[in-house]
């Protein structure tokens, strides 16, 4: 009944659990990895014959120590070379070992790890690089694909990241409440920029690269076992969910991005819309408001909208006026604009602009937007200026191209 | 008699399989279960969402709720709902009305349903 692919599945779920732990317990990443491996290959020699063990991070945490402390003492010659059975097996020491480790154990233990790769001297790319690496298991291949770069490439960038990680100091005592909240913070932060690395488009191709989407999603569900009630936790992983359930429909034959409003919504992944507003309505009962569950809030009055003239817009102006309060941005002013025009029109929109030209004089969406909201209004002058402005700050093909299909529609 | 069959699994697992080994899984149950309705004998099964959009209302003095599954592993699964729900809200308000004096009752959504044949 075990085949490798199970145990492929048991190993990958197992190693932040086990990773971590071993990490607190050798205080070096390099040998909690290695005893980590070294817990894999016994557990592909030991589980086909002895089946899968009841809880796979523990066995692999026991395992992996012990070998690693055997491996020690050979080095220091101390000690007598240990045979292969001194291996405990026995659902006894397995449960014993259950009992120590539970989750209250784990919370801090995963969050470290997770935390130690947010490294703030290394960029963005690579904190996300060596999460996967280390955090995930992914191999340097597969996340060099990912990355669109060569694996000798990654696997220096890898390197060197993992050489800032052990240079730097890292807490090992159990962190108080406002560190702990700290760590969290930062590390959300690492695991939406991990989804929005497969998820945005990038150099003018758009591109949906599932595999770190997923990987952001399993981290994020991850963090939400761990830590049930943090709302911002629910939030990303909420808000990871309902733009993931979009992938399908967000581009085109042509590998051009659909707008929202042109999706088609059949294509959406109902599965994961549920999830997402399961997620943002338990985050809302706290009445404590964030970013990312205030985002999943957005996202989440688009899903329940079954086409876009249904969607709630007076909601989405109320859920902005929120986030501009609790984080002040010219972009988010824009974005609440858009809602603005929707409930009370074109006029009382173009009005919200006007602060705004300043801030966003070299945004393409200040423009877009601009030009619309004066097309509306019937000012074609004004908002054929606006959109060959738009025109010529565009990044992408499909942003220009957009553009000009509105100034088609001015012109006829 | 009629039996409930409750499926436990570790979740981070069943989170990092490949579509094909979750294609196997689920094709191997659904021929069971489609033999099952054949012969009139399936109630209905159901697959739930993940632990974390779980909630526990616990049995105090007034009912406490709490972010999470039930977690704790003194007391033992006794019985089951299923409820047509408008939000989360509105099931942990059944819930609550249906919290005894002691023990905890799970809220946890549905993520696949299929109401059975058979079962009079």
């Not at chain 1, 990773?19 to 317990?25: G, I, K, N, Q, W």
């Not at chain 1, 990038?202 to 997923?214: D, F, I, M, T, W």
């Not at chain 1, 074109?346 to 801030?359: I, S, Y």
Request: glycine share 6%; aromatic share 6%; with cysteine.
């Amino acid at each position: 009944m075990t085949d490798v692919a199970w145990i492929g599945a048991a190993l990958t779920a197992a190693r932040p659990q086990a990773v971590a732990a071993l990490l607190r317990y050798f205080r070096n990443l390099d040998v909690a990895e290695e005893a980590f491996q070294e817990a894999c290959l016994r557990a592909l020699k030991s589980w086909p014959v002895n089946g899968p063990p009841r809880d796979p991070a523990a066995w692999c945490i026991f395992v992996g120590r012990n070998s690693a402390l055997d491996e020690m003492r050979r080095r220091n010659k101390h000690d007598s070379l240990p045979e292969d059975d001194v291996i405990p097996d026995s659902e006894a020491s397995e449960s014993a070992m259950v009992d120590r480790l539970d989750s209250s154990a784990y919370q801090d233990d995963v969050l470290r790890l997770l935390f130690i790769c947010c490294q703030p001297e290394l960029p963005a790319t690579q904190q996300i690089a060596v999460a996967l690496r280390i955090v995930s298991g992914l191999s340097v291949a597969e996340i060099a694909s990912a990355f669109l770069v060569s694996e000798a490439a990654m696997a220096q960038r890898i390197t060197r990241a993992k050489r800032v990680m052990t240079q730097s100091a890292v807490a090992f005592e159990t962190p108080g409440p406002v560190e702990r909240a700290e760590r969290l913070n930062t590390v959300a932060a690492m695991i939406y920029l991990l989804f929005n690395e497969g998820y945005s488009a990038s150099g003018g191709e758009a591109h949906v690269r599932v595999p770190l989407c997923e990987e952001a999603i399993r981290l994020g569900r991850l963090l939400l076992r761990l830590f049930p009630s943090e709302t911002e936790i629910m939030g990303l992983t909420a808000l990871m969910l309902l733009q993931h359930a979009r992938a399908a429909a967000r581009l085109d034959e042509n590998n051009n991005i659909v707008l929202l409003d042109d999706q088609d919504r059949s294509k959406w992944d109902h599965a994961l819309i549920a999830e997402g507003l399961v997620l943002v309505e338990k985050a809302q009962r706290q009445g404590i408001p964030g970013t990312y569950q205030l985002q999943a809030a957005l996202a989440a009055v688009h899903a329940r909208a079954a086409r876009p003239q249904e969607t709630n817009w007076s909601q989405i102006d109320q859920i902005y006026a929120v986030l501009e309060a609790l984080q002040p941005s010219p972009v988010i002013t824009l974005n609440r604009a858009v809602a603005v025009s929707k409930v009370r029109g074109a006029a009382a929109a173009l009005e919200m602009l006007e602060p705004l030209a300043g801030p966003l004089g070299g945004y393409f969406h200040y423009f877009g937007v601009k030009g619309a909201l004066l097309k509306e209004l019937g000012r074609t002058d004004a908002a054929r200026e606006a959109f060959n402005k738009a025109i010529s700050l565009a990044r992408t093909a499909a942003e220009a191209a957009h553009i000009r299909m509105n100034l088609d529609k001015l012109n006829s | 008699m009629f039996y409930c069959i409750l499926c436990y699994n570790l979740e981070s697992e069943l989170q990092a399989w490949s579509r094909e080994k979750e294609a196997t899984v689920m094709a191997k149950r659904e021929a069971v279960a489609h033999s099952l309705a054949c012969q009139g004998r399936l109630g209905p099964t159901g697959k739930l969402m993940p632990t974390t959009t779980a909630m526990t209302v616990r049995a105090s003095r007034e009912p406490l709720v709490l972010d999470g599954p039930f977690a704790e592993t003194r007391e033992q699964l006794l019985g089951f709902y299923l409820v047509d729900c408008q939000s989360l809200e509105d099931a942990l308000e059944v819930a609550r009305r249906l919290v005894g004096e002691t023990g905890a009752l799970e809220v946890r959504p549905l993520a696949q349903f299929y109401p059975g044949i058979g079962l009079q």
